[in-house]
């Protein structure tokens, strides 16, 4: 369909532009979201210049109370109908919690699970209609594990993460497939200012591709890079005793 859209939040810089890029090489008509006005524009140029495809792109913080169902009425004036939904948009806040601004985090929560849950509450009907839909949920390595000075955050991941999951098996018999991607070390801005010297980081690129994999293979979740598999694995052979010991020394020596 000429005028099916892929709608991707937090477009504008790391693993949802590199999905929205990704797409629009493959002549995917697309809807993108994010605060910055000046970068959606930029990336809209961007894809249009080389590809044959219609970007729409629509200005949103999507961590204010209400926003997610503003971006729907928005998409809907403009009669677009998407077909897939990439929750791209996420953030992490760090360090001792009662010592991190509670705003901030409030924020995180809404931005991290309520716009998430609310988008795909609201897009799922139409997708049901008509038996055909994608909803790809990008969680993360702390999906796994709780994660001492940035509880908030992994707690936000853990509950895509389960969400995600369920949904996959709700929704198998209505042609909807749904997929959690937890990518491990990134390089997007969520891993700027670490404490550690040397780091080996992952790229958005390499998350699009890991995702794209999972999607053909029908699998529920995929996970990217090394570290997000050890973190899985972690989760299943060790206490969850251990298991915090060991996370609670990498999030003090890295946030803390």
């Not at 080389?50 to 949103?60: L, P």
């Not at 509670?102 to 897009?123: D, G, P």
């Not at 550690?196 to 794209?212: G, N, S, Y």
Request: aromatic content about 8%.
């Amino acid at each position: 369909m000429e005028n099916t859209y892929t709608l991707i939040t937090g477009a504008s810089s790391g693993i949802g532009r590199a999905f929205a890029l990704e797409y629009g090489k493959r002549g995917q008509n697309l809807i993108i979201t994010a605060r910055s006005g000046d970068k959606l524009q930029e990336l809209k140029r961007e894809i249009e210049k080389d590809n044959q495809v219609s970007i729409e792109y629509i200005i949103m913080d999507l961590a204010a109370e209400g926003s997610a169902k503003l971006l729907y009425e928005e998409i809907r004036k403009r009669k677009l109908h998407v077909d897939a939904l990439i929750n791209n948009a996420g953030f992490a806040t760090k360090g001792l919690f009662h010592k991190t601004d509670y705003k901030r985090q409030h924020e995180e929560m809404l931005l991290n699970i309520v716009s998430l849950t609310e988008l795909t509450y609201l897009l799922l009907e139409d997708m049901c209609q008509k038996r055909h839909g994608t909803v790809i949920n990008i969680a993360s390595a702390a999906s796994f594990n709780p994660l001492p000075y940035s509880a908030v955050y992994a707690a936000t991941k853990a509950y895509v993460l389960s969400f995600t999951q369920a949904l996959s098996f709700e929704y198998q018999d209505y042609g909807v497939k749904l997929l959690a991607v937890c990518p491990g070390a990134t390089d997007t801005h969520f891993f700027d200012g670490f404490k550690t010297a040397a780091r080996r980081l992952r790229m958005p690129e390499d998350v699009v591709r890991t995702t794209e994999k999972a999607l053909k293979s029908g699998k529920s979740i995929c996970t990217d890079g090394i570290f997000c598999k050890a973190q899985m694995l972690l989760s299943r052979i060790a206490s969850r005793k251990s298991v915090l010991g060991i996370m609670g020394k990498t999030g003090r020596k890295t946030w803390g």
